[in-house]
């Protein structure tokens, strides 16, 4: 009788033991998953890790004897051998991540690059020389947590290219309280802040998160210019061949907009940093082209957009070895005056671009003699099977006096001038630089909302040369690609039969036969 409630009493102390034992053991496989899977220890898997610790300390005290009879005993060799290697090979791992951890390196497979930073916007964080603390405020659990996700991993890109930017993810819904003391008061936002300024973004995005970076560390606004009241495209305009997409992607790269009229100025202003002049339809009076030209000889900035069939302001470009001619690029592959431009000369301003498109574009080159210190040079040519149409009003049809391709379609020209402001010493230059286009609708809302053209990139980059803010080319939004595969009937029933069906039932009619040999 005594002896079978012995046996009782121990069987109670032996399930408790083996209890504690599983459950150590889960907790540590549970608490190392944790670290390996956040690269440190957060205080969910060091609860998880202590708890596993105590529970093994429990099962050592219950079933310490036996575990070393077990231990000892021959017939285990095989098991602790087997133990052994498993727990070199989880050692292996913690290590390998170890040193993943602190040696971060990806490859973005995507054609778009979606998970990689642009050259343009390495370029601006690495020469940053203030601090940029950024703030993403996203819920990270749940639902809403695909949106922080995101946010993180974009961040932590601009961390891994410069120590100047620190960001921290915050949690409403986890830590009210730390939200409530830094006067949150929306959710799915980006606060950036440098030198007591702060920008916020309300967009998962680089252009986005770039721009607002750009305007905390650069408070000075350079101001771009507009030319109006010749017929010039407007940029308060949204409809589709205005330019209201040009003047907010500028402000997104912290300039300032305006409009100029000449008629009511005696000069161009002190502060303008670049002056457009998109596609004048009438001329420019004698008066007017002489305050330009004076503008441009004292180290000035124009972006110059003439469009077939409107008058040409010869004071603005003949001085500066630019030759316009009086046609329509007709491109055979496309017509109607459409001129399609898939290669680029090489320029700071051409760099990266694919394809753009010019509709009714005339031609605009080098002169055959350039003015001494002007550096003249085409930025976008068509192919070789394109013509300048000189009948402008049709029919457009190759003749002998027709221009032949390859035809420039934009130039670039730059000089060096000498200052003669009694501030700067008598050897400092400022450099006079100039854009012209044979087109001006490139700059269109429409052409800025097309898909897989690089009209907008081509403005902003011409622009921000102008400006001389090279570093601030425009950062093109990235789009998942979504790739669809379309099966017919047929195909769809057959991968059902076969993945449904076929594998699984042989993989179990496998298994039968194989008992029922062995049986």
């Known amino acids: 009788m005594s002896s079978r409630i012995h046996h009782t009493e121990l069987s109670r102390r032996d399930h408790l033991g083996i209890t504690l034992g599983w459950v150590s053991l889960a907790l540590l496989v549970v608490g190392l998953i944790g670290y390996l899977g956040n690269n440190t220890l957060v205080l969910w898997v060091k609860i998880a890790l202590g708890l596993g610790v105590a529970a093994g300390v429990g099962y050592l005290a219950i079933r310490g004897k036996a575990a070393k009879a ?16 498993t727990l070199i090979v989880l050692a292996i791992l913690v290590m390998v991540n170890y040193i993943a951890g602190r040696h971060k390196h990806q490859i973005d497979l995507t054609r778009q ?3 990689t930073l642009s050259p343009q916007t390495k370029e601006v964080v690495k020469n940053l020389k203030d601090e940029v603390q950024i703030t993403a405020i996203y819920q990270l659990a749940g639902r809403r947590g695909f949106e922080g996700q995101r946010a993180r991993d974009l961040l932590q890109q601009y961390k891994d290219v410069s120590p100047k930017i620190k960001f921290e993810m915050l949690d409403p819904v986890a830590d009210p309280a730390k939200a409530m003391a830094k006067g949150v008061q929306t959710m799915d936002v980006i606060w950036v802040e440098s030198g007591g300024r702060k920008e916020t973004v309300y967009t998962v995005g680089e252009q986005e998160v770039s721009s607002a970076i750009l305007k905390v560390t650069r408070p000075e606004k350079k101001k771009v210019y507009f030319l109006f009241g010749h017929g010039e495209r407007d940029i308060e305009s949204y409809e589709r061949d205005g330019l209201s997409d040009a003047k907010s992607l500028l402000e997104k ?12 100025v005696k000069e161009v202003p002190a502060d303008c940093s670049v002056l457009v002049v998109a596609g004048p339809k009438n001329g420019l009076p004698a008066n007017e082209q002489k305050m330009l030209a004076k503008y441009l000889e004292n180290g000035g900035k124009m972006f110059l957009m003439l469009d077939p069939k409107t008058p040409v302001p010869t004071e603005l470009v003949s001085p500066w070895g630019v030759e316009v001619g009086n046609n329509i690029v007709i491109d055979p592959r496309l017509g109607g005056g459409q001129a399609l431009v898939e290669k680029f000369e090489f320029h700071q301003i051409t760099k990266d ?22 550096t003249v040079l085409s930025l976008a040519k068509t192919p070789s099977m394109a013509w300048g149409e000189t009948k402008l009003d049709g029919p457009y049809q190759q003749d002998a006096d027709d221009m032949t391709g390859p035809i420039s379609l934009a130039v670039v020209a730059q000089k060096e001038q000498m200052t003669d402001s009694p501030n700067q010493t008598d050897d400092k230059k400022k450099s006079t630089r100039l854009v012209v286009v044979g087109n001006s609708a490139f700059a269109t809302n429409a052409a800025f909302q097309a898909v897989n053209l690089s009209d907008a990139v081509f403005f902003m980059n011409s622009v921000n040369w102008l400006a001389e803010e090279e570093a601030l080319v425009n950062i093109p939004p990235k789009e ?14 057959w991968i059902f039969l076969t993945t449904v069906l076929i594998v699984p039932f042989g993989v179990l009619l496998s298994g039968v036969f194989i008992w029922w040999r062995r049986r």
């Open 353 to 374: 671009l694919q394809i753009a498109l010019f509709p009714l574009a005339r031609s605009v080159s080098p002169a055959a003699t350039l003015p001494d210190g002007v």
């Open 70 to 85: 077990v231990l000892f005993n021959p017939s285990t060799g095989a098991g602790i051998n087997t133990t052994a290697l």
């Open 253 to 264: 790269l912290n300039y300032e907009t305006s409009k100029l009229i000449l008629q009511t």
């Open 113 to 115: 690059h979606l998970y």
């Open 480 to 493: 998942p690609e979504r790739n669809t595969i379309t099966l017919m009937d047929s195909t769809s029933r």
